[in-house]
């Protein structure tokens, strides 16, 4: 499968940090689940639409997350997000953060499709599964 990426800019303010300035950890998976929602727009991909039309959800199911280097109050940072793989049920996604050519997450992160009213893993519509495959 090819690699689908995509970039989503933070700025890192005052609320984002702890009292000494630094990102607190709790923050960057914020700022990945917000780049995820933003990789979905750009396929256009509205998860409003999935839950109330498809009844479909799509949840964390697990993160692997390794912190390198922390942010800081003001960066600008860039949230990548590239598809690795995608099952019936499931899709995986790598997620970095850097601040310029500085790598200071790395992520994988599986989320699963769920229905919206059970909860219960459900398979990923063609449709959707395409328009991450394709874009």
């Known amino acids: 499968m090819v690699s689908q990426q995509s970039s989503w800019p933070v700025r890192i303010y005052y609320e984002d940090t702890d009292s000494g ?3 607190y950890h709790s923050n960057y998976l914020n700022f990945m689940e917000r780049a995820r929602t933003e990789w979905l727009r750009s396929l256009k991909i509205n998860q409003q639409t999935l839950k109330d039309e498809l009844n479909l959800l799509f949840v ?5 997350i390794k912190f390198i280097k ?3 109050f003001n960066d ?4 990548e ?10 899709v ?3 997620q970095h953060i850097k601040r310029q050519s500085d790598l200071l997450i ?7 499709g769920v229905n919206a009213r059970t909860l219960k893993p ?10 991450m495959e394709c874009n």
């Open 70 to 72: 922390p942010a800081i």
């Open 76 to 79: 600008l940072i860039e949230v």
């Open 81 to 90: 997000t590239t598809l690795k793989q995608i099952t019936p049920v499931r």
């Open 106 to 112: 790395s992520a994988s992160v599986e989320v699963v």
């Open 21 to 23: 300035g630094v990102v």
């Open 92 to 94: 995986k996604l790598e």
């Open 122 to 131: 459900v398979r990923i519509p063609q449709q959707i599964k395409s328009l």
């Open 60 to 64: 964390v199911h697990q993160i692997d």
